[in-house]
């Protein structure tokens, strides 16, 4: 065999074993998401962008698999996985399409880039900054909202469906979950600036009040939305201080002295982080571990939806009575007042919650 001929053979051998390659890693990314999949999968198709055409990203091109600064400068760590993809609802409408980054294995964290609209967020910030409260935790035993130097950053919610922005932002969440929009908690705002921070906590429930069946159960995962950027050095960043990592390569002039070890992502405005609280054998999964750097410079705004085993509040309502004193959402108004929401969130609860509490107004006699 002469020279031109080996060369050809070898050209041959290294297209066929790179097509292998590409074809296993194709069906492997496709498996794992089929084995990622929790009860409530409703039909939706995930499909892998592996022939999307090339876009356009700040004016330099830029193609599925690629960013232009690499995700080693944007997260600190080395992704597990990066894949461009594309979910579509059952009726095959796009609802998201956008680079994924698989962060960790354990706990098991992804990055979606440009999640939420720069329209959507700043739809949320403007409409969130009337009705901020002081934040509260869940106490582990009582499971009552209680106020604590743990947290300090401000918030309030909207209601599952409140606006059009909500629930699309919300179906998008079950398109790329797979779980039904109704297993969904309202969304929760948050504001962080001068110094306000959230400790490391897990998102699951350590008491049997808030995972009790009849309200949803367990939280499966959360929903972490980033509505604003909080610039270099400037803190904010979410933190997970137990995830197992390798090639942990981060910038310590980038990065606050908060996220200098373990899993650490930066608030980038549209940017979402979801991460599961349940192991895929439904163990709890303790490395969720996560929490949020204290905010020095401007402020960080932020969007969770945390979701539930089954659906959040309940399957079924007593029908809401017509006129007079009434709560808009029976079980739950009870439930929260119970945890002292009525006092935590008076904006809210004063008006859904008059009921349960007890702010009615005593019929006046004749």
């Given at each position: 065999m002469?020279?031109?001929k080996c060369k050809l053979a070898a050209v041959v051998l290294l297209t066929c074993l790179q097509l292998t390659l590409g074809a296993r890693k194709a069906l492997n990314t496709i498996k794992y998401l089929e084995d990622e999949r929790f009860p409530g999968w409703k039909g939706e198709v995930a499909t892998l962008g592996l022939n999307a055409e090339a876009r356009t990203d700040n004016g330099a091109e830029v193609r599925p698999?690629?960013?232009?600064?690499?995700?080693e400068l944007l997260y600190g760590v080395k992704p597990v996985n990066h894949e461009w993809m594309t979910f579509a609802d059952s009726d095959g409408e796009v609802s998201y399409s956008g680079e994924v980054y698989q962060l960790s294995a354990e706990p098991r964290a992804f990055l979606y880039k440009n999640f939420v609209s720069e329209?959507?967020?700043d739809f949320l910030i403007a409409h969130s900054k009337s009705k901020?409260?002081?934040?509260?935790?869940?106490?582990?035993?009582?499971?009552?909202?209680?106020?604590s130097t743990v947290r300090t950053s401000y918030g309030t919610h909207f209601e599952k469906g409140e606006n059009g922005v909500v629930r699309a932002i919300e179906q998008r969440i079950a398109d790329v979950?797979?779980?039904?929009?109704?297993?969904g908690e309202p969304m929760q705002i948050l504001r962080y600036e001068h110094g306000q921070k959230y400790d490391a906590h897990q998102d699951y429930f350590h008491?049997?009040?808030?995972?009790?069946?009849?309200i949803g159960g367990q939280r499966v995962l959360t929903v972490l939305m980033y509505l604003a950027t909080v610039e270099d050095g400037a803190g904010g960043e979410t933190v997970f201080p137990s995830a197992k990592l390798k090639n942990d390569i981060r910038d310590p002039a980038v990065w606050s002295a908060c996220a200098r070890r373990g899993l650490a992502v930066k608030a980038v405005k549209g940017d979402a982080v979801i991460f599961y609280s349940i192991k895929p054998d439904g163990v709890l999964d303790k490395r969720s571990l996560h929490?949020?750097?204290?905010?020095?410079?401007?402020?960080?705004?932020?969007?969770?939806?945390?979701?539930?085993?089954?659906?959040?509040?309940?399957r079924k309502q007593k029908p809401k009575?017509?006129?007079?004193?009434?709560?808009?959402?029976i079980f739950m108004c009870r439930t929260w007042a119970t945890n002292g929401e009525c006092e935590n969130n008076p904006g809210y609860m004063l008006e859904n919650c008059r009921k349960s509490c007890n702010k009615c107004n005593p019929t006046k006699s004749i």
């Open positions: 002469n020279l031109s698999g690629e960013h232009r600064l690499g995700p329209e959507e967020c901020l409260q002081a934040s509260t935790v869940v106490d582990n035993k009582t499971g009552k909202s209680v106020p979950t797979m779980l039904p929009v109704g297993n008491d049997d009040y808030n995972q009790r069946p009849e929490g949020s750097c204290p905010t020095f410079a401007g402020e960080k705004w932020s969007a969770t939806k945390w979701i539930r085993a089954d659906t959040y509040g309940g009575p017509v006129g007079g004193c009434h709560d808009e959402d």
